[in-house]
């Protein structure tokens, strides 16, 4: 295998973390590759703030303040959902196999609502990044922010430092905005909880497949 090749299989979301923070010249190394994602006209349309130690931790607060209290969420750019069809059969069993995990029958709404609200708690990780864009940007650029996230989570594992990507950080952006001084033209696309992994938790065991070739793509000639 090559080491490209481990790094991507090796990669994996990782639910469950340590208290042990990155070294800052560590964060610089890891941010400082991820700047080298390719983008449409080297726009580089991404925006990132991290928060770290009591600045994540009090965002943690604002975050699952509002998602457990079930304030509406008002995320800047427009979600597509529910999937359907093959799509829906994915995200169960998706959801499927970390629930499984955490011991969470189907049916269970409380235990299913409890997990969920782990991500407002950011997993307990040490570090959180949000990425955005200008809200006047287009599917094109959130397709190099796309980009961006992959080559972050990559230079992440690269360092020994594990990640999860969350659609879910994208819900309170105002709370985002109001902890980095943000202008409120930047709109927020995701967020990602980061640190190391806490290796006995739960969580961390969760598996996910790929569908198979086929399925994904069309060989001609
Ligand atoms: C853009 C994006 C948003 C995601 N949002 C969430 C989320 O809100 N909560 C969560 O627990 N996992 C989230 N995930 C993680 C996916 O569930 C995970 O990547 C997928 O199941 C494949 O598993 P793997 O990352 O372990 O390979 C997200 C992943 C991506 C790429």
Redesign the pocket.
Known sequence: MTEFEQLVRS?????GFSDQSVAPEQLMRIFELAQQAPSNCNTQPWQVWVASGKECDALRQAFYECASSGQASNPDFEFKLPFENEYRTRQMD?AR??YGLLGIERGDKLARNQA?L??YRF?EAPHVAFIGMPKQFALNSAMDV?IY??TL?LAMQSEGVSS??????AYYPDLVRRAFNVEDDMGI???ISFGFEQVSHPANR???VRAPLAESVKFIG
């Open positions: 990669r994996r979301s990782i639910r998706c196999a970390l969920m782990q991500n997993f796309g996230i992959q989570m999860c990507a969350q659609g879910a950080l696309l995701v967020g969760t598996r996910t």
